[in-house]
């Protein structure tokens, strides 16, 4: 079984993307931890813990996949921009 502070930092962690539709590096950042825990959190414990919960994560860092190329160039324009 999860331990209760993994099992609490996944529910809050998971409530977190989904309010704000954060990234996973956003909600790394808002927890203060690494990426890699965040990502164990909400896509391999949280199904264990609730599957319902699980699944709207996963639409949600789908959609996050799709638009990390626009967001990508998005950044890079506006780090030419400040240079220029």
């Known amino acids: 079984m ?3 502070y993994i099992y609490e930092r996944c529910l ?3 409530k977190f993307i989904i309010e704000n539709k954060a990234t996973v590096r956003c909600a790394a950042k808002e927890f203060g931890v690494s990426k890699s825990t ?14 319902h919960l699980a699944k709207k994560i996963r ?8 638009e990390r190329h626009i967001r990508g160039g998005l950044a890079t324009k506006k780090k030419y921009k400040k240079i220029s």
Do not use: F, Y
């Open 2 to 4: 999860v331990k209760d």
């Open 38 to 51: 965040v990502h164990k959190d909400i896509s391999e414990r949280l199904i264990k813990i609730n599957p």
């Open 59 to 66: 639409e949600i860092l789908d959609e996050n996949k799709a």
């Open 12 to 14: 809050t962690l998971a």
